[in-house]
Every structure is written in C-alpha cells, then in structure tokens.
C-alpha cells in the first residue's frame, strides 16, 4: 500500500512556461467546431450591442422623458428597455447553450481518443501507472478541463466584445468622461487580480488535495484493500492518515471561502465608489463641458457593466494557466506511443494451423536485468506441451512473448512460421486464447461475460459451452440463470466457478492456440475434476502452451520444458524426464512425490500442484 503525505508535491504545481504550450494542439481539437465557434462571436457580439444600449436608453428616459414630462416617449423607452433586457436574456441563454455544446463535445471527443489511445498502449504502459490516476486523468481532469475551457473562453469572447461596444458608446456619449472611466478602470482592477490570484493557487492546492484523498479511498476502501487493513488490523493509521488529508482539505476550503468573502467586499467597495468617483467628476465639472444628468446615470451603469468583464480578462492569463496545465497531463499520455502496434504491411492471419515456434529468444523487461536468454521451445499443432520450473524463471514471461503483450529484443516468435511482427494484432487475438490464474469477470450477467468472447453467439452456443465447461448446470440452477449479475470481479462465485466461466469463454472463442496458466490454488477434489473436466474439452485438438501446476497435466503434456534462469534447461516426457535424473527429476521429488505418496491409498490426486 502507498503512504501518501498529505502535503506530497505534486506534478501539477510545476509550471509551464507559455511559449512551450502546444497551442496549436489544443486548437486542433476546437477546429472541427469552427462554424459553431464564429456562431458563438456573432451571437454574443449582438448580445454586446443589446446591453451597451440599456444605458442609452436609462439616459434618453432621464434626459428627454422624465424632464419634459413626456409620457408617450417614457412609455416607447420603457418598452424598448425591457424589449432589450428580454433581447438580451435570450442571447445569454443562446450563447450559454452554444459555448456548452462547443466545450462538452471538444471533452467528448477528448475522452474518447484518450480512451481509444490507451487501449492500443502495451502491456508495459500499464504495469507502471497506477490505476487510480489513470482513472482520475480520464476522468477529473477531463470535468476540470471542460469547466475552465467553457468558462474561459466562453467569458473571454463574450467579455472582450462588451468591453468593446460599451467602450465605443460611451466614447459616442460623451469622450472626456469615456477617457477618464477608463484611465481609472485599472485601479479598481488591481486587487481584483490578486483575489483572482489567490483564489486560483488556493482552489488548485485543494483539488489536488482532494485528489490524494479520493486515491486514498479508492485503495484503502477496495475490496483487496479493505481486507489488507483489516487483517493485518492497520485501520487507526489509515484512518489517521484519512484524518490527516481530509484536516488539510479542510484548511485549504476554509480559506477558500474567506477569499472569497473578501473577493466580493472588494467587488462592492470597487463598484460602489466607480459610480461615486462618476458623479463627483461630472457634478464639479472637471472636463470640458458638463455632461447631462442622463449621461452621468449612465456612465455609472456603464461603469458597473465594465468591472466585471474587465476584471475576468485580467484574471484570463490565470484560468488559461489552469487549462493550459490540465491539457498538459492529457496530453502525457497521448504521447506514450504503443510499443506492440501492427506493422504498416502486417497480415492477417488466415486459417492458422497452430504451430508454435520461439527461435533463441531473449527477452528482459526494463533492458537492464535480462529475463530469458537464447530459448527456443516448439509446438506442433495440436500438441499440449508444458512449461514447469522454479517461481521466477520466466515461464510467465514465455506466455506473455506468445501472446505478443510483449516483442523480444533478439530471436523471433512464431506463428505457423509467420513472425508475431509481421501479423496485425487483431489476427493474432483471434488466433490465441489465453486463460491467466486469475479469472476476471466484468460486473455484468453471466450471458454477458460469456459473449464478451464471441459477441453473436447464441443462447445455444451459451449453453453448449457451458456445458462443455461443466458449469451449464450451476448455471441452470440459479434463480436468474444466465442473466445472473456477477459482482465487482466476479467475487459472487467460487474459484472453480470462476475458472469454468473462463474455460467456457474460451470454448465460444474457440482460438487455435491456448495460453493456459494453470491456478495453483488448490481447490476440492470434486471441483478439481470439473475444471479437469473443462480443461481437458477445451485443450482438445488445440495447440496448447501450459504452466503446468498439476501432475496430471504435467504426465499428459505432449512435451515438457523445463524452464530454469530464463532458459529451456530440459525437454522431454514426463517418464524421459526422470529418467534424465536432472532438474525435473529434482522438481517433481519435491513437489509431487509426496503428495502421491501420501495419497496413494486413494486415487491419483488431480489436485496436487506447486505452490
Ligand atoms: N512486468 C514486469 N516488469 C518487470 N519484471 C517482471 C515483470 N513481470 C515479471 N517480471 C520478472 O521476470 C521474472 C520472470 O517472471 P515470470 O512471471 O515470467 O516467472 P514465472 O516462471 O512465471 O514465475 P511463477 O511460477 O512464480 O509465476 C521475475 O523475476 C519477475 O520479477
């Protein structure tokens, strides 16, 4: 389990400098939303022009209306400005509904080709990242990333095309105090910037925060976590740690909303004493000639309808910093490139015999401690051979190289003489099918986790498999049948239960070639047999490569090859192995003699395997 330090410095703390931000990255992803994009400036640019006017008109009731007491004129500026607030109102809710569709669908497609992406990345890329920070990339950073991208430019355009129509109407009403507004707009800016500043590193130091705390639930509150804790009785460290996290989420939160306490009494003094600072230079007439009571009204709306746009574009650089950063982390992973990938001439496998070939592989995971060294193992069709050896030799390894989850870096594997290389991928898992110890099962019914191997296939090919896997009757005797939900990994059945799905999965899959890990859990004799049972209908006049943990297997392989150090030390039948009075001789006195010594009185044990 990973300790966490509620204060760890995290990635996201690194800042990127401007110039190295791949705009044009960025940007491609919002080019096949061009048109809706100038949709968007056009529409909310008539939504600047809407409420650059309400002023105009504040100005023409209390100007011409109001003074000369003129009732038909009151009533058509009146109508006008509620005809402009409605306007304007619709505008809003128009732009909102287009700038959403623009930053949700850019995030769609951003999470999709994300996902697609890294299902073509190999084996290695998932051995060393860790799930829960895949899972909150995928999925927090793509909700954060789509808040600031709809927000910021969003806001931005909308924001830029107000400042600009009331910048010119004013100029129009009246230029003097239009120069002097703007000249003091700054001031008032000033703080707003270092609130936004604040409030900015303050909300990014509790997402991360909040990060390491969900990464901490996610594995302290697992399944396999849970029972880790719990049988080896950490939970008070745990939960102090949990304590630890959530106080300083608590801290940083607290913060947060004094900041913006704080952030709203500077809105209020700053727009209070805009209009009060408009009155006092107009009242004492400062510039040129004085301006009309109705101006003076509405250079003090103007003002308010300034600060804010003016106030988010200062804190732009800000939220684009934010962005900027969020995009980064995806893009990490859109630069893993698939080490296994198909070949630009790869062919397809067509009718595959099954003949199974490593020539003098070598192989080592991290280039620096070599795993196999020049193996070379073969299998003809239809042969079972079986791969035995001390934990740790490789034979794992072997299996992974056939499946090709990963390529040797000398020597070739091969399929029917044809290099894993040069096959395309699809061809080579349609031709392989490999049952690990471990069976997982999708949270889904049975059905469904049986058609994960063959989609089309029907309830009878179902139930024929089942069947065949000696678990159709298990099956049958459920209440829902096949339609019964398995639990998260499939934890609601037993492990011979579970080994039988898998070995009817792989009967509808019906591949050329196995890859079978035997599980070395043991279980009782009678559903021992039924897996026996399974396996023996699915190895069937299939090519078959087995990490052999029971004797039974081991006596019927075809071929045995024991694997020591990385390499084939010994190769023969069960009965010439022990003649040879090698290594396998040695392995199968500690492991199996025992065991069938001590069973002797009853039958052949088909449970007996190595640990
Ligand atoms: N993804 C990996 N990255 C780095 N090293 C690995 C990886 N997988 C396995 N190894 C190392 O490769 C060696 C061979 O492992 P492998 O799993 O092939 O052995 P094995 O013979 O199948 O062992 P066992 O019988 O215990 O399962 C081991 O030393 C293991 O630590």
Known sequence: ????????????????????????????????????????????????????????????????????????????YVLMMLA????????????????????????NDLRVSLYRHLHRLSMSFYSKTKTGELLSRMTNDVQQLQSVVTDTYGSTINNLLTVTATIITMYALNAELATFSIIFLPLFIL????????????????????GDLSAHLSETLSQSGALL??????????????????????????????????????????????????????????????????????????????FGPIASLANLGVNVYGSVALFGRLFEYFDEQPEIADKPNAVQLEQPIGHVELTDVSFSYDQNRPILSHLSLVAEPGEMIALVGPSGAGKTTVSSLVARLYDPQTGAVRIDGVD?????????????????????????????????????????????????????????????????????????LSGGEKQRIAIARMILKDPRIVLLDEATSALDSASERAVQDALAVLLKGRTSIVIAHRLSTIVDADRIYVIARGTVVEEGTHEALLRKEGLYANLYREQFERAVLDASDRDLPASVTIA
């Open 1 to 76: 389990m990973r300790f966490m330090t509620p204060f760890a410095a995290d990635e996201r703390s690194k800042r990127v400098p401007l110039s190295a931000v791949p705009w044009k990255r960025i940007g491609g992803y919002f080019k096949p939303y061009r048109l809706l994009l100038a949709l968007v400036v056009l529409v909310t640019a008539c939504g600047a022009v809407v409420g650059a006017l309400q002023p105009v008109m504040i100005r023409l009731i209390v100007d011409r209306a109001l003074p000369q007491h003129r009732t038909d004129l009151l009533d058509q």
């Open 84 to 107: 402009l607030v409605v306007g304007g109102g619709l505008l809003g809710v128009l732009q909102t509904y287009i700038t959403s569709l623009i930053g949700q669908s850019v995030m």
């Open 191 to 210: 703080p707003t910037r270092q609130v936004g500043k604040a409030t900015f590193r303050v909300r990014k130091a509790t997402q991360e925060r909040i």
């Open 229 to 306: 804790i719990k049988v080896f009785g950490r939970q008070a460290e745990q939960t102090e740690t949990f304590s630890g996290m959530s106080q300083s989420v608590k801290h940083l939160q607290m913060r947060q909303a004094l900041i913006g306490r704080w952030f709203f009494m500077s809105i209020s003094i700053i727009t209070s004493a805009g209009p009060a600072l408009i009155y006092f230079v107009g009242g004492h007439t400062l510039f040129g000639r004085p301006p009309s009571i109705g101006t003076l009204v509405a250079f003090t709306v103007f003002l308010t309808r300034l």
């Open 420 to 492: 894993l290389r040069d096959l395309t991928l699809l061809s080579l898992a349609k031709t392989i099918g490999v049952v690990t110890q471990e069976t997982y099962l999708f949270h889904a019914t049975l059905a469904e986790n049986l058609r994960f191997a063959k989609p089309d296939a029907t309830d009878e090919e179902l139930v024929r498999a089942a069947q065949a896997a000696a678990i159709h009757e298990m099956i049958a005797d459920l209440p829902d049948g096949y339609d019964t939900l398995v639990g998260e990994r499939g934890h609601k």
